[in-house]
């Protein structure tokens, strides 16, 4: 009997400790073997394709090589960037001017690459500024911001850039509807639904030059935009915009935004609208915004405000606009490649609908209507779903596609991606992130021909992937490899900034177009210096511009003297180097700016206002050779009214004893 | 106590089978370098000609006249003013790089245009210039010279030793 | 004497005592919350009159889903379960001293009721936490209601739930098992 109770004991005892420790285990995180070979690229060796990344909350777009994963460039694009002189520099600071004045920071969330024919041309790259409404278009031959236009009747730039197929428009939707620039906008808040209006802007990109112009804006009813994508093939000539919070609440919207069962995608006939426009029915309005345009020709920016621009109110023009109901607080509203299905991502729904362009065409042209919002038809869901992939996970937000007819969707709550086939609407795999993926890109995944091979998670926990770094960390990325049936995660790498969106092409659309150096003949700044015999200081009023030339390793000149208080001093520098990657920076103590950094053949000036008597040196920041130590200078600063004269040397300004006991 | 040890065993490797997917083992292998060598830095210094150098220009490509070409020289000395200034002096005296006088007799008109147009290569293999490397400790920049102007730049150079 | 429980019971009920006492100090249940976003995990220990653990953490995410927040104050079982516990001890020690079978009896008796009556109004609090959602929540999903589980696993969207006892409720059952050998023993001997 006593066996039997010990027995009993023992084998409770044991039972309880396995129920204790037996706990279901986390999806363990294995890599498998070959990850270390596909994602590794030897020193020496060029990465497959350019990662170009949205910065968020830095206002910056990073440029990453994969599947290296290893950052070659920030691009300074709305936020100042003191190591590059943007913003500082007199030439740059007209780029981040606005309708309010010069503004040092913004939000950058989406990036999208030109395109001609539906597929990546490597021409240039969009941003969007989401707090002060902004495009910034960036060249992919020098990788610096050419041209930033400002979007009147906007507030929160969020669903923007977003090109058409061959770069005809880039197209941007706001995310906070408010009163427009041309009525009174002094109305209490809770007059939302009468006085709150949403827009759409559509931009013009110049063929040749890129150089973007508001063509016309279209008004629409106050919902929150979040996202778009330009129909293709079959469906070019159409544009399909998230929309949520058709509550069109005004306060907490965390809930009073997620009430409705079914938001919509808003389906745009903007070949319609581009005629209405030609026909003369859009309305000039009267509203102030920027226009910044810099030229590697001149090296400076030029900032003009313009005050006008065409909108078209889609309720007046009912066959322009149509919504088409979708669950539930749609986000990512994307287009497959062959341009027939829009998939809907519905942040707080718990499945994917799949709609068809087709159908939604057969539906308008039956009127397969259910009633309207604020005007606009609502299009039967039935009519429209091509239909809807089941239990797919929770969250999803976004999708891209691979040219094996497949679709690849972000998943934020379950912190997963997830693979299905867009014809049977069946998932194929799925794979965890680490932690909480936002969205995802995959190598020209939004094209016509989607290259495939690379898909990159952003997520937006980081937590332990790598070691921290207080409390504050980096974002984290994670690459997979999705060339075979299931997804194969090979690389783990933290991002600057916030990354939202990112693209990314093969580098071979890029690599060859490249801009080495500037070319020194060409340079057409007002204040250039072609050579050191042409260097000199000259003085208009207390204004004194200092014609600089640098070259390893001396600046001409270099001792200059009879500056005064009160003077604003111009240094406008031209590196004369006509080599690949040598650039100079220049930086003089007191100047309470920043550094400038001169590529070769390039002119750029600081501008410095002497704030005490003496002596203030300047020197070379940017390592440039052996003697880059010796790269420096003086400049003399005489109390206002001295008259010391205006002198500048280099090299023959001698010390007085010396030249006495050489003669 | 048979029953004990039965059951005590039957319990533990229940615990342990239970319980072996615990771990989370990363199975990562080391990379295999399969990547190629690098490319070769220099060919075999044999290949080289020294009163020659570098580059596309040969004794019998470069046509050099008797007397002085002035209009190229003009032109020479305008793009000498911005491009090789910062760096070199007309006379003997060395500034950045050597002084210009007496070049033309040092060396062949070839060996110049080469050198001012490909000076990379040639540092790395000419022992007279890296010689001078030494002295000066600055690698003669490629200025991006088009033909035109290198050939223009000979003809002051040719100018400024006496030539007229 | 027959009506007396021998030595070994005694100590028993003597341990099982002591182990009940104890058990009010540390935590007696536990809730662990396992998600993919979440590699530390997140845990909910319930003790005889609070609760601990990431409480303002699962109370942040609770309310995403309407499911009502967690407060000690909120469940009236906080301030008698202490009493209740500490009831049983002395009764055990009552019993251990006087030594009398029909005391360990009724002490073994009432003491299975309690642990009964305490799963089902767990139980009782769970469902309704879990079915009583604000309708007016940011994340509704038709048809589904977030009861943890009593003993043992759930999955509620994407976090695993994972409901056992506490080093506090191992002592408590752990002292329920003595008595149940010590029952056990006495009934034997009797029948001898």
């Known amino acids: 009997m006593k066996n039997n109770l010990v027995t009993l004991a023992v084998g409770g005892t044991l039972i309880a400790a396995a129920l204790q420790s037996c706990k279901p285990q986390n999806t363990s995180n294995v890599v498998t073997g070959n990850a270390a070979v596909k994602s590794y690229v030897a020193p020496g060796k060029y990465d497959e394709v350019y990662n170009f990344v949205s910065g968020g909350f830095s206002g910056q777009m990073s440029v990453y090589g994969l599947p290296s994963g290893r950052l070659f460039r920030v691009i300074p694009v709305f936020s100042v960037d003191p190591e590059k002189g943007w913003g500082y520099s007199e030439e740059t600071k007209p780029m981040l001017n606005t309708s309010h004045g010069m503004v040092p920071w913004d939000d950058l969330h989406h990036v999208q690459l030109s395109k001609t024919n539906g597929d990546a041309d490597g021409r240039w790259v969009f941003g969007n500024a989401n707090n002060t409404p902004r495009v910034a278009r960036i060249s992919l031959k020098t990788f610096r911001t050419e041209e930033i236009i400002e979007l009147p009747n906007s507030a929160g730039n969020h669903s923007s850039p977003f090109l058409t197929e061959n770069t005809e428009y880039v197209v941007a939707g706001t995310r906070f509807s408010v009163p427009p620039d041309d009525v009174n906008g002094d109305v209490p808040i809770n007059t939302y639904k009468q006085n709150f209006k949403g827009y759409l802007s559509f931009i013009s990109v110049g063929k040749e030059d890129g150089k973007m112009d508001i063509a016309f804006q279209l008004e629409c009813p106050g919902v929150n935009f979040d996202l778009s994508r330009a129909g293709k093939g079959k469906s070019h000539g159409w544009f399909f915009f998230s929309c949520y919070n058709t509550e069109q609440a005004n306060t907490l919207l965390e809930v009073n935004a997620s009430q409705k069962d079914k938001d919509f995608i808003m389906a745009v006939n903007w070949k319609k609208a581009e005629e209405y426009i030609k026909a003369g029915k859009g309305r000039k309005v009267a509203a102030k915004y920027a226009h910044n345009v810099y030229s590697d020709v001149t090296h400076s920016a030029t900032s003009e405000i313009r005050n006008e621009v065409t909108v078209l109110n889609v309720k007046d023009f009912p066959d322009v606009c149509y919504m088409i109901p979708c669950p539930k607080s749609p986000h990512g509203c994307d287009v497959d490649p062959t341009g027939e299905y829009i998939v809907g991502s519905g942040k707080l729904a718990a499945l994917i609908p799949v709609f068809s362009f087709d159908k939604i065409q057969k539906a308008i042209a039956a009127k397969t209507f259910d009633g309207a919002y604020d005007g606009l038809p609502i299009i039967k869901y039935e009519a429209a779903l091509y239909g809807e992939v089941k239990k797919p996970g929770l969250g999803p937000l976004h999708t891209e596609f691979d040219a094996k007819g497949n679709a690849y969707t972000s998943f934020f709550v379950s912190s997963e991606v997830v693979k299905w086939n867009i014809k049977d609407l069946k998932v194929v795999d799925r794979v965890p992130t680490f932690y909480s993926v936002g969205h995802l890109c995959v190598v020209e995944g939004d094209s016509k021909n989607p290259t495939g091979k690379y898909l990159i998670a952003y997520n937006k926990i980081t937590k332990d992937r790598y070691l921290p770094t207080g409390p504050e960390l980096s974002q984290s990325a994670q690459l997979f490899d999705i060339s075979g049936d299931k997804m194969e995660m090979i690389l783990d790498f933290p991002t600057i900034g916030e990354p939202h969106y990112a693209q990314a092409v093969l580098a071979e659309k890029i690599q060859k177009n490249q801009v080495k150096i500037f070319k020194i003949d060409e340079n057409k700044h007002p204040y250039v210096t072609k050579g050191e015999p042409e260097s000199k200081v000259v003085r208009e009023g207390n204004k004194v511009h200092v014609y600089m030339t640098c070259v390893r390793s001396h600046f001409a000149p270099d001792n200059i003297e009879g500056i005064k208080m009160g003077d604003e001093v111009y240094f406008h520098i031209t590196n004369l180097e006509q080599d690949w990657d040598v650039p100079h920076g220049f930086a003089i103590k007191g100047a309470i700016n920043a550094e400038l950094l001169i590529m070769p053949g390039e002119t750029q000036t600081l501008k410095w206002t002497p704030d005490k008597v003496g002596i203030s040196p300047m020197y070379c920041t940017d390592f440039c050779s052996a003697l880059h130590q010796e790269m420096q200078g003086y400049v003399r600063v005489s109390p206002a009214g001295s008259n010391v004269p205006l002198v500048w040397s280099v090299g023959t300004n001698q010390p007085k004893a010396e030249e006495a006991a050489a003669k | 106590m048979k029953n004990l040890i039965i059951i005590s065993s039957f319990a533990v490797s229940a615990l342990l089978i239970s319980c072996g997917g615990e771990e989370k083992k990363s199975t990562e292998t080391q990379a295999t370098t399969t990547q190629e060598q690098p490319q070769a830095a220099a060919p075999a210094p044999e290949s080289y000609d020294p009163k020659r150098g570098e580059g596309k220009w040969t004794a019998e490509s470069l046509t050099l006249g008797t007397k002085l070409d002035e209009a190229k020289a003009t032109a020479g000395e305008t793009t000498a003013g911005v491009k090789c200034g910062s760096c070199h002096k007309y006379t003997e005296e060395k500034l950045v790089g050597p002084g210009w006088k007496g070049v033309t007799t040092r060396r062949t008109g070839e060996w110049i245009m080469n050198f001012i147009t490909n000076p990379d290569p040639m540092i790395d293999k000419d022992p007279e210039a890296q010689a001078m490397l030494e002295l000066c400790l600055v690698r003669m920049p490629n200025q991006s010279l088009t033909d035109d102007e290198a050939r223009q730049l000979l003809e002051f150079m040719r100018k400024n030793d006496g030539l007229k | ?192």
């Open chain 3, 1 to 192: 004497m027959k009506n007396n429980i021998s030595i070994l019971s005694r100590i028993l009920l003597i341990i099982s005592a002591g182990l009940l006492v104890y058990s009010v100090y540390v935590p007696i249940w536990q809730i662990d919350l396992d998600a993919p976003q979440y590699p530390e995990g997140l845990n909910l220990k319930i003790f005889a009159d609070k609760l601990g653990g990431d409480v303002e953490i699962i109370n942040g995410l609770n309310h995403y889903i309407g499911m009502k927040t967690l407060h000690a104050k909120d469940f009236v079982e906080f301030s008698i379960l202490t009493y209740i516990i500490f009831f049983y001890a002395v009764l055990a020690l009552i019993a251990a001293v006087l030594g009398k079978k029909k005391i360990l009896y009724t002490l073994f008796t009432l003491f299975v009721l309690f642990g009964v009556i305490a799963m089902i109004d767990f139980w009782r609090w769970e469902y309704n936490y879990g079915h009583e959602l604000d309708p007016h929540a940011a994340i509704i999903v038709p048809g589904m209601a977030y009861q943890p589980p009593l003993i043992g696993f759930k999955q509620l969207l994407n976090f695993g739930a994972y409901s056992i006892p506490d080093s506090g409720g191992w002592m408590f059952i752990g002292s329920g098992v003595l008595m149940l050998i010590a029952v056990i023993k006495e009934v034997k001997f009797s029948k001898k």
